[in-house]
């Protein structure tokens, strides 16, 4: 049974600027770092932690403050998962999945529906979800007079049962176009199965889901006006979106791997008995260890800051976004993702050797760092993205948009 306990935020005021958001994030981080590891064990389904994202505001960051959001963009949205996923990495992918659907509306509606649904989802607080998975057959989406009817399966739908919304997608029968919907999660014929059980990201709720016959207005079908797609190359901007998410999750759990470790290393770690000093934080193989992680880490961090920032310029004015302008941007989040899932790789795994054999017991809990990072940068071959970046510089090619790049 989860402890959490969210109190502390709910007669407080809502941060007013981005470095105040931050460290609202990093309270909750701290709510969430006292009993990660037992949570983490026990698999539940994390109702009490998303409701600690609600009562902390953190759920409406993106939206409008008029509405009762925090009226942020995206550079602080990526800082702030970046710091819940310091203290638990499952929470932190959650947040972050909820920040790229709760935007899916501006990305791919029309303003007049993208509007309708940011002020209700800061007014009431939503928590996405969403039911999107590009390996998976597609769901067959079919007309039914003013309706539209997804049918279909999903392996994987992160949110699941702690969303109040779920993000559809599917093809229109007959057709080659992609629709998308949000649709309330509690919808009749949508069934969510417990079904994930993987060694890391326990807590995410990312199990398959059914369409059976789910419905939703024809008029919630995002970007269709009479029935008929309206594109925008802004709409490709969805996969270095959450791939830039995905980024900040991995550098949250290195980061916080980092801090448990330190945190051992100063007061249960021993020195080498050969080694001549009393204490482990003297130790020359120990000290070395940690200021190479350490620069690892923050240099990767700067490039994601850096790239955080020149995504915003292209989510500032969406209209003027071009396929020269995305591919380029595309192509330095496939070098920020590269480097971020090899050094989240190497520091969960090495900080073993600075904390010591006793560091692994179970009680210890260190290792869900690793089986988290381990576990969701399988999302897509990193090799893949690594050649967005090569092919750019040999040759000049800019990645084509799909599900992946």
Do not use: C
């Not at 509690?186 to 059976?212: C, K, M, P, Y």
């Amino acid at each position: 049974m989860s402890t959490v306990a969210p109190t502390q935020w709910k007669s407080a005021p809502a941060p007013e600027d981005p470095q105040g958001w931050i460290e609202r994030a990093a309270e909750v981080a701290a709510v969430l770092a006292t009993d990660a590891a037992d949570r983490d064990r026990a698999g539940e389904t994390p109702y009490a932690e998303v409701q600690l994202l609600k009562d902390s505001g953190l759920v409406t960051l993106l939206g409008p403050a008029q509405h009762g959001g925090g009226g942020q963009e995206w550079p602080t949205a990526y800082r702030v998962v970046r710091e819940v996923a310091k203290a638990d990495g499952s929470i932190g992918q959650l947040l972050g999945y909820h920040y790229l659907w709760f935007w899916a509306a501006r990305l791919v509606g029309t303003r007049e529906q993208w509007e309708e649904v940011e002020a209700r989802a800061a007014r009431e607080k939503w928590f996405f979800g969403g039911a999107v998975n590009p390996r998976d057959t597609d769901v067959v989406v079919t007309e039914d007079g003013d309706d539209l009817v997804f049918t279909g399966h999903k392996t994987f739908s992160t949110g699941s049962k702690v969303s109040d919304v779920t993000v559809l997608e599917g093809v229109l029968g007959g057709t080659d176009q992609h629709v998308f919907a949000i649709v309330p999660s509690d919808s009749a014929g949508l069934t969510f199965h417990d079904d994930w059980d993987n060694i890391g990201q326990r807590l995410t709720e990312s199990g398959s889901v059914s369409l059976d016959g789910v419905r939703t207005p024809w008029a919630s079908a995002a970007g269709y006006v009479d029935k008929v797609f309206r594109p925008r190359v802004y709409n490709t901007l969805n996969v270095p979106t959450i791939q830039l998410v995905f980024v900040n999750f991995y550098l949250g759990v290195a980061g916080g791997a980092l801090e448990a470790a330190a945190t051992y290393t100063r007061t249960k770690s021993r020195s080498w008995l050969h080694g001549g000093h009393d204490k482990a934080v003297d130790e020359p193989y120990v000290i070395d260890t940690y200021g190479d992680l350490t620069a690892k880490l923050w240099a990767v961090e700067a490039l994601a800051d850096a790239v955080a920032q020149e995504g915003q310029k292209l989510h500032g004015d969406p209209d003027a976004v071009t396929e020269q302008t995305r591919g380029a941007f595309e192509v330095r989040v496939a070098a920020v993702k590269a480097r971020a899932t090899d050094v989240a790789l190497e520091i969960t795994h090495r900080i073993f050797e600075v904390t010591g054999a006793r560091a692994t017991a179970s009680a210890e809990g260190l290792d869900r760092f690793w089986r988290n990072v381990r576990t969701h940068t399988l999302h897509d071959p990193v090799a893949y993205k690594r050649r967005e970046v090569g092919r750019n510089v040999l040759t000049g090619e800019l990645p084509e948009p799909t599900w992946y790049s």
